[in-house]
C-alpha cells in the first residue's frame, strides 16, 4: 500500500513535468510560425512556376 504523501509527491513532479512539456510545445509552436509563411510562400511559387513552364492550351470555341 502507497503513503498518502507519495502519492501526492508522484503526483506534483508528474503535473510539473507536463507544464514543461506544454511550455516546451508553446515555444515551439510560437518559433514554427514564420516557416509555415514560408512553406505556403515557397508552394505558391512552385505553382506559378508551373503555370509558366506549361504551354498554354488552346481555348476551344463551341
Known sequence: MTH???HLALHHAR???LHAEA???RLAVAV???RALR???GWTLVEVGLR???PARPVLAR
Open 4 to 6: 498518502p504523501e507519495t
Open 23 to 25: 511550455d516546451a510545445y
Open 52 to 54: 509558366m513552364a506549361n
Open 15 to 17: 503535473a510539473a513535468d
Open 39 to 41: 512553406t505556403r510562400v
Open 32 to 34: 514554427r510560425q514564420p
